[in-house]
Every structure is written in C-alpha cells, then in structure tokens.
C-alpha cells in the first residue's frame, strides 16, 4: 500500500477518486477522495505526490523549472553542509542546507 503525504496527514492511494493537476506548475494539487474529502497538497509536496500518482508530468518542458532548481541544493548545499559537519559547525550546516532548498517562485509555463 502507498500513501501520498499532505501537510498534516497521509493518505492511501487506493482511497484516491481523481487528482486535480490544472494548477501543478504553482506546485498546487487537489486531491478528492472517495469519502467526499479533499485536500490540497502544496511545494515539495505536491512534486513528490505528481512522480508517485503520475510521473508522466514531470517530463517534458511542464515542470522542468521545478526539477532542476534542486540541482543548486543537491550539488552544493548537501556537500557543503558536510564539509560544515566535519568542522563541528553544526549551526552553519543547517542554514546553508535550508537556505539552498529551492522555494516555488509561483507559475512557470
């Protein structure tokens, strides 16, 4: 069983009736459940549910701007944030890792 994590809870796929992707480059999605609920998911969030329910729209040019804007955190943040760990500066680590974590810039087509 896999589940799709919302701000304050996870939900079970199967317990899924359809998604709302219309606003997905402002890293919005709707997700309407088969009791009536439905939640919206939002930043990392929303891109980590879209490559688990629908990995097809992450391809091509729709959300690539959201894809390689992590390219600065993965290839520097995380590297450096261990050089920092090394040299005991635990304080320095978390804020270099944290201020690298890209954050939506709004709708990008």
């Known amino acids: 069983m896999s589940f799709i994590r919302t701000e304050s809870q996870l939900l079970a ?3 899924i009736a359809r998604v709302d992707y219309s606003r997905i480059e402002q890293l919005i999605l709707i997700v309407h459940c088969k009791d009536g609920s439905e939640h919206a998911i939002t930043g990392i969030l929303a891109l980590e549910a879209a490559m688990l329910l629908s990995p097809a729209l992450l391809e ?17 943040g995380h590297p450096l944030m261990q050089v920092l760990a090394w040299a005991r500066r635990y304080d320095w680590a978390m804020k270099v890792h944290d201020r690298t974590i890209p954050r939506p810039l709004g709708s990008r087509e």
């Open 13 to 15: 796929r199967e317990h």
């Open 60 to 76: 091509g040019k729709r959300l690539r701007w959201a894809k390689h804007r992590w390219a600065v955190h993965n290839l520097i």
